[in-house]
């Protein structure tokens, strides 16, 4: 993220965090209210459920006592209306009075105890049965009128049984016991005329008919809910129809306290404000590290860029031995990738501390050395880091590979040493080669002119022409080393060439029963003296059969490749032999180096001045006990890589 982005970016978590704080504070509101009424419904429901069953139990025991006194009024028909039989029934029934009225002659014509009121107007109603309450002194009776033909009966009894079960399981008990509920202000069943029952806290309270939504409420079946007041306080007041079997009797009111619900809003808009400025600070201080780290960031790509265009190695360690920074150039010469060794110890990557960061980190002044790191000649340098107040801050290595500047001197030393030890060579071999055509012209004449039949003199005579013819060899190959060895260079196909010089060596190695294996890629051609070449693969060549004629070694075997590259090619040559010691590898190619007792030591030496010649390297890998193997590698156009 860009810098000016930043600002917006701000601006909108604020408003992303106002936002959340919002929806906290009204998911939260709405969960508690959402609690709070369902609370309300609950009360509310199990109240008309039990008021619902109260009435029907209270049902149950007034049809009980109507069977009751239907049948004591069948008996008295069946026994007359004698005084003494009213009496007994009065005692063992416990009634209070019993009256057998003469419909016909409108006069009582049986009486048993005292009847508090008689009735008359309901004697002669439509209905046969009827029964209602009436109180006497803060009592509760039943009055029950019945109507048999010519005569009607007036029972009445106590109704404390009734009494006795509605104080138990009513709804008074149930009002009674939410009084003490902290939760519940009030509950109230009330219908147009007026309050049926209520909390004992409650005196009056508002109409239905002038009240709306209590007005919809009764009259469509709902359940409502609002906030309103409470004496002094906020409540939340729930209304619901009370039905029993199909008839609204009334409405069904309760207020639920909301202290609780006021607290526990209170509580909510201290934490999520708390959570708002945490949130707050998090978001700003995750912005302010999230803006470090992009300045690191792009100081680090700032970083790599500089380094990356720098031609030597870089190594960056902090005062903590930390690794801070690679560049490509020093990932290329050590062959460590960045990457994983960024932000780890120095001395977890780099056991011995081939850089002497330790010696820097301690004596605070640089340090430089050349030697061989990582099968490189490598020389470096280690300067300690300082900040602007002379605070050392860590350490910075720059290495340089100088493995191919060191080959390039010591092949230049070579050469140096060659060309003098061949001027050398050449100069002696000029001065005795005359007087060695003189022994050889001087004993063919011998030969010739002097012939004699003793058997011993001839042998002596051929046996001193064929040492001068050796030695006459030996100086023509020490003049070779004197002389250019490239006059004129030309195209010719090195293909062909290896296979004509596999033609020579395939027939001498198959006399000594040696396999000789060949592997040419065709069509390659490069610029050079073909003789001189030839020359020196062959001498190659001849050496590897020497070095595997051997009785020893048990499936001998010569090997020749040509390999074409882009550039350049190679050719591998080598064999199975006893091997070269690894103290006598770096004298192969010195003059007069020979490990075999009639060798001149000239032959890899020829060899490898050719090579040179051609612009091109010779190297060499041996074994003892498994051979060697020499791999030249030419240019195609004969100049320098």
Do not use: C, W
Not at 74 to 102: A, H
Not at 611 to 631: L, P, V
């Amino acid at each position: 993220m860009r810098a000016r982005y930043y600002l917006p970016a701000s601006i909108v978590l604020l408003i992303l965090l106002g936002l959340f704080l919002t929806f906290g504070i009204i998911s939260n509101q709405k969960a508690m209210l959402s609690f709070f009424k369902e609370e309300a419904h609950s009360i509310l429901s199990i109240i008309a459920l039990s008021q619902e069953n109260s009435i029907f139990a209270e049902a149950e025991i007034e049809e009980k006592i109507v069977d009751n006194l239907v049948s004591i009024i069948s008996y008295l028909n069946d026994t007359g209306y004698r005084k003494e039989i009213l009496n007994s029934i009065l005692q063992n029934f416990n009634l209070s009075s019993i009256v057998v009225y003469d419909l016909n002659n409108k006069t009582i014509i049986a009486k048993s105890g005292n009847p508090y009121e008689i009735d008359y107007e309901n004697f002669a109603g439509a209905e046969k049965i009827k029964y209602y309450y009436f109180t006497v002194l803060n009592e509760r009776y039943i009055r029950f009128l019945y109507r048999g033909g010519q005569f009607a009966f007036q029972i009445e009894l106590s109704a404390e049984e009734i009494k006795r079960f509605s104080k138990t399981y009513g709804i008074g008990n149930i009002l009674n016991q939410l009084v003490s509920n902290p939760l519940v202000n009030y509950v109230v069943l009330q219908d147009l005329r007026g309050i049926i029952f209520a909390t004992p806290n409650i005196k009056s309270m508002s109409k239905i008919q002038d009240d709306s939504l209590l007005l919809k409420a009764l009259q469509r079946g709902e359940e409502v809910s609002r906030i309103s007041n409470f004496g002094n306080k906020k409540i939340l007041e729930m209304a619901m129809p009370f039905v029993v079997e199909n008839d609204t009797i009334g409405l069904f009111r309760i207020g639920m306290n909301l202290d609780n619900y006021y607290r526990h809003l209170r509580n909510t808009y201290i934490q999520l404000v708390l959570m708002f400025i945490i949130l707050l600070i998090g978001g700003i201080s995750i912005l302010a590290i999230i803006i470090k780290h992009q300045n690191f960031q792009m100081q680090e790509q700032f970083f790599s860029h500089i380094l990356g265009a720098i031609e030597e190695g870089v190594l960056l360690v902090d005062q903590r031995m930390m690794i801070r920074g690679i560049n490509n150039m020093f990932s290329r010469i050590t062959e460590i990738k960045g990457a994983p060794v960024l932000n780890k110890r120095y001395e977890e990557v780099f056991s011995g501390d081939p850089f002497l960061i330790n010696l820097v980190h301690q004596t605070k002044n640089p340090v430089e050395e050349e030697k061989i790191i990582f099968k490189k000649i490598i020389r470096y340098t280690t300067y300690p880091l300082f900040t602007p107040d002379k605070k050392f801050m860590g350490t910075i290595t720059i290495l340089h590979d100088m493995t191919k500047i060191r080959e390039q001197e010591k092949e230049e030393e070579e050469k140096e040493r060659l060309s003098f030890l061949g001027n050398l060579v050449a100069n002696f071999a000029h001065e005795i080669k005359n007087p060695l055509n003189g022994l050889a012209i001087a004993a063919q004449r011998l030969k010739r002119e002097f012939p004699a039949e003793n058997e011993q003199y001839n042998q002596l005579l051929s046996m001193i022409i064929k040492e001068i013819d050796s030695m006459t060899k030996i100086l023509n190959d020490f003049l070779t080393l004197a002389r250019p060895r490239i006059k004129e260079k030309r195209e010719f196909n090195m293909s062909e060439l290896i296979k004509e010089i596999g033609d020579l060596i395939r027939h001498q190695a198959m006399e000594k029963n040696i396999r000789y294996i060949e592997r040419v890629d065709d069509g390659v051609s490069i610029k050079g003296s073909p003789e001189d070449i030839k020359r020196a693969i062959m001498n190659l060549l001849l050496n590897a059969i020497e070095a595997v004629s051997s009785e020893s070694i048990t499936q001998p075997q010569v090997f020749v490749a040509l390999e074409k590259r882009k550039k350049n090619i190679i050719v591998k040559i080598s064999d199975n032999g006893p091997g070269i010691p690894k103290q006598l590898l770096k004298k192969v190619f010195e003059p007069y180096f020979t490990t075999k007792k009639s060798g001149t030591g000239l032959g890899l030496f020829i060899a490898h001045k050719i090579i040179q010649e051609h612009n091109g390297r010779i190297s060499i890998k041996s074994q003892e006990g498994k051979g060697t193997a020499f791999t030249i590698i030419l240019p195609k156009n004969g100049q320098e890589e």
